[in-house]
Structures are given as C-alpha cells and as structure tokens.
C-alpha cells in the first residue's frame, strides 16, 4: 500500500520567503508528526496531530512555524519569513493512533534549502 | 537536551561482524524504539521495548534495555553489506518521540 508522500522532495527559497511543505499520510492514520533533521543529527520533534487538532506543538522553534491538518489528513507545514537557519530536512510521519506503542511511519523528507 | 545519545558515532566493520551500538537518555520512558534510516530515506522502524522489558529479538537484532542506567543496545548479528545505515534510538515518553543522534554504520563487503 502507499506509504507516507512528502512534497516537494526539495525546495530552494530566498532568506524572507514563505514556504508551505506538504505530507499525506497513511490512509487511516490519526496521529501525524513532523520533525526537522539537520545534517548528521536525529530528527528533532516539532507538532504532532492527532486528528485536525494540534495535541503538542512545543517543538516549533518559534511563531515562523506553523502546521494545520484541516481535515485530519493532509498536513501543511508553513515557515513564515525564511532564514538560512531553517535549512534541513523537513520529516513527517505518521502512526495509527497517538499512543507511544505504536509505531511511526516515515516519509522520505523535503530537503529545505534557504539561500 | 531530551534526545538520546548514540555511541559511537560511526562504526565500521567487515561483513559477517557483528555491531553494536548503544543509546544512553536523561528521561523516563514508557518504550524505546530503534530506527534505521538509509542515505536521503526517512527512517524506518525496527524494533520496540517497553520499560517493564530487557531484552528483545527481532531476527538478526538483538535489543537490550536498561532503565537503571537509562540506556539500551542494539546488536546486528552476521551484518550484511545492506545493513550500512545510520541509527537511530527514540525514547518514547506519553506521545512524544526523542531520537538520539544516531550512530552510522558502514559494513564492508
């Protein structure tokens, strides 16, 4: 079956710019995370979902980031007034339900290039 | 900090070795899970042990847990060129996901 899709794969944007990055999770799916890895570090926790509402979004570095999942499918991670900073690589996943035990499924990242 | 810390950072070893890599981490946890993650991949599952487990096998892993220590090891038996990766322990706390700073293995045909 389909896994998670992140889009794009990658994105170059200007230091000031908005960006939106995208990630369709598994079907059926009702927790989604996102987490931003730097070059040679794990993943490092931003938000997670469980359906439409943002049940912990203490992760996000600051009010540039934000994430909806209006339907609690789809969700959009927004970074407002871009710096070189924000360069990584942008990961979602997504698990069945929000409890620790389950396991988490991966997209394969947008790789975010700030100039 | 709340992420874990794998060590070594990197480990290179021959085909048919076994590796070892260990995971330390400052909180509590309700389970611990290991990841790998290929070269540009997002990162897959492997393997999960909850707090109240110390040992668990999967295949060729072998993972261990110890709370006392707050730390855990994931053993690769008989590696395999294809096992080269990096890996990564997350300590799982309520709903929250911590990944350490992963370990890279390299193994040689």
């Known amino acids: 079956g389909a896994g998670v899709s992140q889009t794009p794969s990658n994105k170059v944007t200007e230091k000031g710019k908005y960006v939106e990055l995208r990630c369709d999770p598994i079907?059926?799916?009702?927790?989604l995370y996102w987490y931003r890895q730097s070059l040679g570090q794990g993943p490092e926790f931003l938000i997670y979902f469980q359906g439409t509402g943002a049940a912990d979004d203490s992760g996000l570095p600051n009010d540039r980031f934000f994430a909806v999942r209006p339907e609690g499918s789809v969700s959009t991670l927004k970074i407002q007034r871009t710096e070189r900073g924000d360069s990584a690589v942008y990961l979602c996943?997504?698990?069945?339900?929000?409890?620790?035990?389950?396991?988490?499924?991966f997209g394969p990242g947008t790789r975010l290039t700030v100039l | 900090s709340q992420q874990g810390e794998e060590d070594p950072q990197a480990l290179s070893i021959q085909e048919g070795e076994n590796a070892t890599m260990n995971c330390s981490y400052k909180t509590s946890i309700n389970n611990l899970q290991w990841y790998r993650q290929n070269s540009g991949r997002g990162l897959v599952h492997l393997i999960l042990?909850?707090?109240?487990?110390r040992e668990k096998h999967s295949g060729r892993l072998r993972v261990t847990l110890d709370t006392s220590k707050k730390s855990s090891s994931l053993l690769i038996t008989a590696s395999r060129a294809a096992d080269t990766a990096s890996y990564f322990c997350a300590t799982v706390f309520g709903n929250q996901f911590y990944f350490g700073t992963g370990t890279s293995l390299t193994v040689i045909p």
């Open positions: 996943a997504s698990s069945l339900g929000t409890s620790g035990r389950n396991t988490q499924y």
């Open positions: 079907s059926g799916h009702t927790a």
């Open positions: 042990i909850r707090s109240n487990e």
